[in-house]
């Protein structure tokens, strides 16, 4: 079993930049494929990247791609999602989560383990 904490988040104007980390305990991040989804208040989960058990693929949801980019680092035992050209719709609370498959899912249903969240505000 895995134990997820997530950290950074914080408000930023729009084009900024920032990065949310994901630090795992309790299991290596290599056990699982990781998932970063967001919520808006009023809105459903939902998916923004992924990076499967090996490290060596990622997917991106459109909306995010060219601007996020999801990476880990296992001697930090630690996921991160590096979040640029930061705009107004991206404001939401941040969640990392793991599976224990080897491949990252879009389904928020298909991931075992959750961090908290970390809220991330982006100014007009």
């Known amino acids: 079993q895995v134990q997820l904490v997530e950290s950074g988040g914080g408000l930023v104007q729009a084009g900024g930049s920032l990065r949310v980390s994901c630090r795992a305990s309790g299991r290596t991040v290599s056990s699982y494929a990781m998932g970063w989804f967001r919520q808006a208040p009023g809105k459903e989960r939902e998916f923004v990247a992924a990076?499967?058990?090996?490290?060596?693929?990622?997917s991106y949801a459109d909306s995010v791609k060219g601007r996020f980019t999801i990476s880990r680092d296992i001697t930090k035992n630690t996921g991160y999602l590096q979040m640029n050209s930061l705009k107004p719709e991206d404001t939401a609370v941040y969640y990392c989560?793991?599976?224990?498959?080897?491949?990252?899912?879009?389904?928020?249903?298909?991931?075992?383990?959750w961090g908290q969240g970390t809220q991330v505000t982006v100014s007009s």
């Open positions: 989560a793991a599976r224990t498959g080897s491949r990252g899912s879009f389904y928020f249903n298909e991931y075992d383990y």
């Open positions: 990076i499967n058990r090996s490290g060596g693929s990622t």
